[in-house]
């Protein structure tokens, strides 16, 4: 594609060689003349003049006194993310449902629904037009699927479960498996019946190899729009709401409140019904206690969490710990020779 149309595309302005062609997407550092890359901080602007690009995706503030050939946008990182889909779309296979699929008669499969090989649907499920449901999944009964939704290959759905539009589960995903509840009973443990469901917004993406676990009783919520990357464990009765943006190797028990907006970090623990409100965001292997708040637009980090500024200083504290110490055998040292002298 042309600068110009790349521009037109993104309904943004450019300067320099609208004409030259741009075959290729590439990292700044790695970019050849033929390629577009993008400038998304004050650290690569300062580096950009080193790249070879042939066109720049940069900020309406970007000085650029070099007079190269660039695409000015509000938010660069983004507007290359959308040359990305335009300019590698993904293959868009007709749909095709395998003669090994196992689908029965009383399942509702809409238009444009591909199906692959050894999959099964159960009974009265409904698959919504133009889903794709990859080789080996297991659809249970009574699931609903909306439309343009994506299970890749060997992914698992319990029986009573709703998974909205455009939703995609990589592959591994269990979704409605039971929740840990039991009691002790009589010196042994014994199971406490999961009877509830699992509902899944719309335009949600669950990692590979995650797992939601249905309600004991009543739902687990999953919102519009919310990210859950590889290997993420959300428990019973949990309720994580809108554009929730959660990384991997994260896990939470039973009956645990994330609002809209939250962003949780990669193998934070949250215990029993603590409640994450919105915007809050929990750094990389934080812990929330059981039953604890973390209040709206609060930034926390640590075990047990707690405020990012007071978490530094504590960790500035330990690190001069053996100094302190030092020090204190010192003036021990000290103390002992003037007893001595006396």
């Not at 479960?161 to 939703?167: E, F, K, L, V």
């Amino acid at each position: 594609m042309r600068v110009r149309e790349l521009a037109a595309f993104l309904d943004a302005t450019f300067e320099g060689d609208g004409e030259k062609e741009i075959a290729g997407v590439a990292m700044l550092e790695s970019a050849g003349a033929g390629d577009l890359s993008f400038v998304s901080n004050k650290k690569a602007a300062l580096q950009s003049h080193r790249s070879a690009a042939g066109c720049l995706l940069v900020a309406m503030d970007f000085p650029n006194d070099s007079c190269r050939t660039i695409i000015r946008s509000a938010d660069p990182r983004t507007a290359f993310a959308r040359c990305l889909l335009q300019m590698h779309p993904k293959p868009t296979p007709a749909p095709f449902i395998h003669p090994t699929a196992v689908i029965p008669p009383t399942a509702v499969i809409g238009d444009q629904v591909s199906i692959g090989p050894y999959s099964v649907i159960g009974d009265e499920s409904r698959i919504g037009s133009g889903t794709r449901i990859g080789s080996g999944c297991a659809i249970g009964a009574r699931v609903h699927i909306g439309e343009n939704a994506t299970l890749h290959s060997n992914v698992t759905v319990y029986d009573d479960i709703d998974i909205g539009d455009r939703t995609i589960l990589n592959s591994g995903c269990v979704i409605g498996a039971d929740g840990f509840g039991f009691n002790m009973t009589g010196g042994r443990w014994e199971k406490f019946p999961q009877v509830g469901r699992v509902s899944i917004g719309n335009d949600v993406e669950i990692g590979a190899n995650s797992t939601v676990d249905r309600a004991a009783l009543g739902v687990t919520w999953i919102g519009d729009g919310t990210k859950l990357d590889n290997m993420v464990h959300i428990g019973h009765n949990c309720r994580v709401g809108k554009h929730v943006v959660i990384a991997a190797q994260t896990g939470f028990a039973g009956g645990v409140v994330i609002e809209d907006y939250a962003i949780i970090g990669g193998q934070v623990g949250i215990g029993d019904k603590a409640r994450v409100e919105s915007r809050a965001v929990l750094g990389s292997g934080a812990g929330v206690l059981t039953s604890k708040v973390v209040h709206a637009g609060s930034v926390m980090w640590g075990t047990p969490a707690r405020p990012l500024r007071e978490h530094l200083e504590n960790l500035a504290n330990v690190s001069r710990l053996p100094a302190l110490r030092k020090e204190v055998e010192t003036l021990r040292a000290r103390i002992i020779a003037l007893e001595e002298k006396e």
